[in-house]
């Protein structure tokens, strides 16, 4: 899609649709004239080739010169109407440019570099001039791009190959004064940044005035002759060495300082610690003579106290054990008063029992004496449960039926 930075789109097509009326007419001139030139029966005949001969012709210049060219990314093309003199911008598209009414450049607005080789060595082709007088070599970059702002009206008078018409030249022109202001130590050493400002200062100015911005100048490496650069590294290798002493002693004499500052410190620092350790020694006593006077108190009061608690502990012993007889002896007196409860008891119950066991035998001395039939059933009894029958005589003298059981013998 074109996009016009500038004009009118309305115009724009009046003015083309004008030339292009303004072509068509001129082409037809010619047809016109060798019309009216024929009689009056032949330009019938003749009408058609002069029509085919226009659309041929308009054809062959369409072809020859289409009317559509393209601008691509990061350029801008500059479109000059010749019959009004109108200039329009067009940026990343197709842009109409009729042959004859259009006249169309196309200008990259990339960032371009321009490194002259003729000054890089001291022995080529062109080399610089110190303030000396002395040919040394510099590699040098610009870098540099066309101006958007200033394109439109630069673009008519600027040529087609910018960096060898313009540039180049500026360029030449402006680093050989400045490097000529300047001595072959200040180039090689000391004036770098310097020299290049002073560059970048008076090229933006030549530059800008073609539509052209400066992006920056860097120098390199700087090439000195063989004679002046055995010189200098022999000066150099001098100023080293001296440099080198002079460090040296520098740097002793600072070891020398740093060492009595170490000793004045170390002693400083001796008698603070001493002072220290006094007045802690001194604030120690103090500390020790105050907790003396509370510790003091304090003792006695732990003497008296244990004191206490021994007269304490003194009397709870020998009440304890004055508890302890007291005790023991209500426990004999019970346990004797038990006892001889106990054994009252016991002869109260033997008394009792001899007694009852006497009454039964007398009343079974006297039962058996009156029955006497009663011990024969008794031992029965008795043997009830080991025994089941028995069978015994009874005896002749009608006496005791196991007599003759147990082996009893007669008397």
Excluded: C
């Amino acid at each position: 899609m074109v996009s016009p930075v500038i004009g009118n789109p309305l115009g724009e097509e009046n003015t083309v649709l004008q030339g292009l009326r303004q072509r068509l007419g001129a082409l037809a001139q010619p047809a016109r004239a060798m019309a009216a030139a024929f009689p009056a029966f032949a330009r019938g005949a003749l009408a058609p080739l002069v029509l085919l001969g226009v659309v041929g012709a308009a054809g062959f210049l369409l072809y020859s010169h289409p009317p559509m060219q393209s601008v691509g990314r990061g350029e801008i093309g500059v479109r000059v109407n010749k019959f009004t003199g109108e200039v329009s911008e067009w940026q990343d598209g197709g842009v109409l440019v009729l042959p004859g009414l259009h006249e169309m450049r196309v200008f990259s607005m990339r960032d371009r570099s321009y490194r002259p080789a003729q000054i890089a060595r001291a022995d080529g082709a062109a080399p610089l001039q110190s303030l000396e007088g002395l040919s040394l070599g510099v590699d040098l970059a610009v870098r540099y791009a066309l101006d958007p702002a200033k394109l439109r009206a630069a673009s008519s008078k600027l040529p087609e190959d910018i960096g060898a018409d313009v540039v180049e030249p500026a360029v030449q022109g402006v680093i050989y004064k400045v490097f000529a202001r300047y001595t072959v130590r200040e180039i090689f050493s000391t004036k770098r940044v310097e020299i290049q400002q002073a560059i970048e200062s008076e090229l933006n100015g030549k530059l800008a005035a073609d539509g052209i911005a400066l992006r920056s100048v860097v120098i390199g490496k700087v090439d000195l002759p063989a004679d002046y650069r055995r010189g200098m590294d022999g000066l150099l290798a001098e100023e080293l060495a001296t440099a080198k002493m002079r460090y040296t002693l520098e740097l002793k004499e600072k070891r020398v300082k740093e060492t009595e500052l170490e000793g004045e410190a170390e002693k400083v620092r001796r008698e603070k610690a001493a002072e220290a350790a006094g007045q802690a020694q001194v604030i120690a006593a103090k500390a020790q003579d105050e907790a003396m006077k509370h510790v003091i108190p304090f003792k006695q009061r732990q003497i008296e106290q244990r004191k206490l608690e021994a007269e304490a502990d003194k009397v709870s012993r020998i009440r304890t054990a004055e508890g302890s007889a007291q005790a023991r002896k209500i426990e004999a007196s019970g346990e004797a008063e038990a006892r001889q409860k106990l054994a009252d008891a016991e002869v109260y119950r033997l008394e009792k029992v001899g007694k009852a066991n006497a009454e039964q035998m007398a009343r079974e001395g006297a039962l058996v004496s009156a029955h006497p039939l009663l011990i024969q059933k008794t031992l029965a009894d008795k043997l009830s449960d080991k025994i089941q029958v028995i069978i015994a005589p009874p005896p002749s003298d009608q006496g005791f039926i196991g007599a003759a059981l147990v082996g009893g013998q007669k008397k």
